[in-house]
Every structure is written in C-alpha cells, then in structure tokens.
C-alpha cells in the first residue's frame, strides 16, 4: 500500500504562482511513474504533468510552458511548480502513483485562480 498526501493548493490571482507537493509513505517501489491530474467542476479528471523514476517527464498541452513538474526520490516527493495561473487552471488537483498494477490517488487539493 502506498498514501499519498498533498499539500500546496490555495487561492491565487490569475497570473501567480503556486507549488504543489506530494509526499508517498508506504511500500515504494523503485521503478513508478507520480503524476498530477485536475478535476474541474463538471468535468472529467485529466492528466497534467507525468515524471517517471529515471525523470522522463510529460505534460498536457494546456499546462506546457507554464507548469514543471519534478521529484525527490530520496524523499518520495512530487512537485508540480505552476506558473502564469489561468482561471480554467481552477480545480482539484489530484497526486498519483503508479506501478505495474497498482494505481494510488491522493485525497487532492484545490487550487482556485481568481481573475
């Protein structure tokens, strides 16, 4: 089993910043992809930003540019860095880990960008 706990979300102007954390406990398995997904109201979870355990990163096209995602594995921490708010950025942001059949979410955590 592996938990994940976010933190980092909060209110920001259109234009801010925030940075988002995630930190896994549990059994960790060395080879793992962690990633963030949103869910805005009414809408279905999306992918924003994958790392894999040797580094290789992945984004969606909405977030390219403006969000880094990146990870201590020594502290089993995910970071999503999000720069140039928008107020469609506005969501639930969810932590994931992932290995070969096992998939975890974080509870999430809400980041609302005022405009």
């Known amino acids: 089993q592996v938990q994940l706990v976010e933190s980092g979300g909060g209110l920001v102007q259109a234009g801010g910043s925030l940075r988002l954390s995630c930190a896994a406990s549990?059994?960790?398995?060395?080879?793992?992809?962690m990633g963030w997904s949103r869910q805005a109201p009414g809408k279905q979870r999306e992918l924003v930003a994958s790392?894999?355990?040797?580094?290789?990163?992945n984004y969606a096209d909405s977030v390219k540019g403006r969000f880094t995602i990146s990870r201590d594995n020594t502290k089993k921490t995910v970071y999503l860095q999000m720069n140039s708010l928008k107020p469609e950025d506005t969501a639930v942001y969810y932590c994931?880990?992932?290995?070969?059949?096992?998939?975890?979410w974080g509870q999430g955590t809400q980041v609302t960008v005022s405009s």
């Open positions: 549990g059994t960790f398995f060395t080879i793992n992809v």
């Open positions: 994931n880990y992932r290995i070969v059949g096992q998939n975890y």
């Open positions: 790392i894999t355990s040797g580094g290789t990163t």
